[in-house]
Every structure is written in C-alpha cells, then in structure tokens.
C-alpha cells in the first residue's frame, strides 16, 4: 500500500534541500560577482554587478596594464633624469627600477603554469605506477601482498603536518632543497607519493570486478602480462582510471602545505595556492582581483569535471556491488 505523501514534510524537506544549496553556492556566486566589478563597486549591494567590466581579468592575464604600472610617476621621473647621470650609475638605477617593477606585478600566468605543469605530471606519474601496483596487489600472488597492501593504506593515513619535518630533512639530506628547480622536483616527488596509496585502493578494487576469465583467454592465446595490462585491464578500466587521474590532479592543485615549505625560498617556482596567498597578503589585496584569481583557479578543475563526469559518474559507482 502506498501511503500519501505528507505535505509538511515535502515542504520541510525541500526547504531544507533549497537552503543547503543556498549555503554552498552562494560563496561562489558572490566571488564570481565581485570579479566582473571595479574595485570602487567590491561592496555594492546586490548579485549582479550596476557596472561589469572584464579589465580584472585583463589585468590578471597580462592583456592590460593596471592603474599602479600605468601611473608609476616615481619610476617616470627616475627615466626622465637618468640621462643626466653617469653611464656606471645609469645601469644600477636601470637594475633597481626593474626589480621594483618585478616587486610590483603579480605574476599570476607563471603561479598557473607552475601548477599545471606539477599538478598535471605527478598526476600522471601517480597514475602510471598505480596501474600497474594495483594489477599486482589485485591479480600477482606472492608473499607478504597483503601486508604490503595494508602498509601503503597506513602510510596514508598520517596527515600532511606529521610528515612534513621528516620529508624536508630528508630532501635537505639528499640535496633537494638547494634550488628552485631541485624544491619543486622534490615538491613533485610528495604529490606523487601523496597519492598513490588511495590511486592503489581505489584501482585495485576495480580491477578485482574485472574477470579473470577474459584475461586467462588473452594469455591462453599468447597474449603477455603487459598486454594483458595495456589491452584488456585498462581499456575496461578507463572510468576508474580518469577518476584517479582527476583526484591526484586535484590534490596536487590545491595543495599549499609543502609547496609553502619547500618553494617559498623561490618565487620563480611558487604554485597557484602559494601565490593567492602572496596576493592576499601584499599590495595586491585588492577583492576584484583576488576573486579573479579565485575564478581562473577554479576553472581547469571545473573544465576537468564537466569533460570527465560521465567516467567519473561510473568510476566512482562501478565496483561498489560485487556480483
């Protein structure tokens, strides 16, 4: 018998559900506001900004100089007189006018590219080493697997701040922190050692739903492990594989934790969460351009989700039942 549904609970229940939605998405509608306004407008009154502008942006992808270079009288004054100085003074005042034009830029394309570039390959490398550690734990006997599987999970359970000290002085030991260049290898080397226990987890169980009946026939026709591996596991595997390609890319995009450690002696080599804060904490702390930094931040992991969300959908469902 089917019982008439309740019209106080409907309406407690989707008032509920409308202000949970409210609470989430107001935040980001309000940052998305703020950055299509002038700075004078920030505080106006009202979802819809009285008058959009896309200079903020314009400004923070390097389309348009901003107010501050535009209007630099100090450093104008500085070219005007420098013909009057001699040639050896010339170039030191050159040097300094240089460095304080660098001090006062906010170099937000080199913070995205370094991002991509680490986020983008450790992911990767995390990916690549997972499926194959995944297919062992799943498929390969031999001793001492379960432990060794179990091992990897605690790993994973210490946090980022209990292991933070002991990585540093053990890249400091293995002189990976003398550098930029040697920092942010080192920073690569955390995000993918950070992610590999749940990519193993997360593979392996998938790789358990697939049966094993499909691969006896490959090998019984000839067909090596590694084909087995390249033709038959991941093809059958690709949702849970783009589904832990997008989680290591997105917890090496948004870390900040050892990126503050390692590469804060380097700006050339500072990541996206490292230079939000650098612009949170300078000169720069301006709310329409921090919340353009928010938006442009945001949008390779929105553009990753709405690509991949079919495979993710079925990576993140398929073998949560066993048949």
Excluded at 71 to 83: F, V, Y
Excluded at 274 to 299: C, D, P, Q, R
Excluded at 306 to 318: D, P, R, S, V
């Amino acid at each position: 018998m089917v019982k008439k549904k309740s019209f106080l609970r409907s309406f407690i229940f989707w008032s509920l559900i409308v202000i949970l939605v409210v609470f989430i998405t107001y935040p980001f509608v309000w940052m998305l506001s703020v950055s299509f306004r002038y700075d004078t407008d920030a505080f106006e009154p009202g979802i819809i900004p009285e008058r959009p502008t896309l200079d903020t942006y314009a400004i923070l992808l390097g389309f348009k100089k901003s107010v501050r270079e535009e209007l630099s009288n100090e450093q104008q004054q500085l070219l005007e007189i420098i013909d009057l100085l001699p040639e050896d003074q010339q170039e030191a005042v050159l040097a300094e006018i240089e460095a304080q034009r660098k001090k006062e830029s906010f170099p937000f394309l080199r913070f995205f590219r370094n991002s991509l570039l680490l986020a983008g390959l450790s992911a990767l490398v995390s990916l690549i080493l997972s499926v194959f550690g995944a297919y062992a734990f799943s498929r390969i006997e031999f001793k001492g697997r379960g432990t060794i599987q179990r091992g990897v999970l605690i790993v994973y359970l210490f946090g980022g701040t209990i292991l933070a000290v002991p990585l540093y002085q053990i890249f400091v030991k293995i002189g990976l922190t003398s550098t930029g260049f040697s920092s942010a290898i080192a920073l690569f080397i955390i995000y993918i050692v950070q992610t590999i226990p749940v990519s193993l987890y997360m593979l392996g169980n998938y790789f358990r739903t697939i049966p094993r009946s499909i691969e006896e026939a490959a090998i019984i026709d000839g067909t090596t492990r590694m084909g087995v591996i390249t033709k038959i596991i991941i093809p059958l595997s690709l949702p849970a594989i783009i589904t832990v390609y997008i989680y290591a890319f997105m917890i090496a995009w948004n870390e900040f934790l050892f990126a503050s450690i390692f590469v804060r002696p380097f700006p050339e080599f500072y990541t996206l969460p490292l230079g939000l804060n650098e612009i949170f904490n300078s000169e720069h702390a301006i709310w329409a351009k921090m919340m353009a930094a928010s938006v442009v931040t945001a949008v390779p992991v929105v553009v990753m989700f709405m690509m991949m969300e079919k495979y993710l959908t079925g990576g993140l469902t398929a073998g949560g039942v066993k048949e």
